[in-house]
């Protein structure tokens, strides 16, 4: 897509905010102190799925029994509180910005429940700029399928073929390129480790948005 597009959806773990690392470091954390490694180049296969299984889940097939009890405790309250605290990656605030000036409505097509997705954008002070936000409650099938992204479009009420979608995953790439949009994908210090091969456009960061490219100049 080289004009204008009808629309912008936005994934938002790993795209919009930055909480894929400090899920990855309670994770690992919680290995380590069950005598246990967690390898990032393990984790990185699951980013962008919807259905991933919980903390206590994975610890439990690795160990071939229960967790400590204790140590899922603390790694939810530690959760809660750098839940409070993750920022912005660059360049979103920026491309946000350009969209409402040009009109472009917004959506935001996640994996994550409302219950976390919502609370993170008000907090942000970013939920009014999206027009609909659609998560895994809203849908049957999680990404990679398409289900979110053609979900979003219905709502916003365009063409997928006519919207940008902007990525940080493999699976999340494959879920928006399955909608037929275009998609653009920023890798984090995660997915950096798995990038797909299908992206539309490649970035290091969204402060290298390509304005001119999409008409928002």
Known sequence: MSERPAAIVFDFDGTIADTEWPIFELVRDAFRAHGLDYALEEWVKGIGLADNKSLPELLEEALGEPPDPEIIRSAARRR???????????????????????????????????AWVEPHLQRLELIHHFVTI?????????????????????????????????ED????????????????????????????????????????????????V
């Open 80 to 114: 809660a509180t750098w839940a409070e605290e993750m920022g912005l990656f660059p360049g979103v605030v920026e491309v946000i910005s350009a969209a409402a000036d040009a009109g472009i409505p917004l959506a935001v097509a996640s994996s994550s429940t409302s």
């Open 134 to 166: 659609r998560t895994r409650d809203h849908v049957d099938r999680g990404k990679p399928a398409p289900d979110l992204y053609l979900s979003a479009a219905a709502e916003l009420g365009v063409d997928p073929g006519d919207a940008v979608a902007i």
């Open 169 to 216: 995953s493999r699976h999340g790439c494959a879920a928006a390129k399955a909608a037929g949009m275009t998609c653009l994908v920023v890798p984090n210090r995660i997915t950096v480790l798995d990038p797909p091969h299908d992206a539309d456009l490649l970035l290091d960061s969204l402060l290298d948005f390509p304005f001119g490219r999409f008409g928002l």
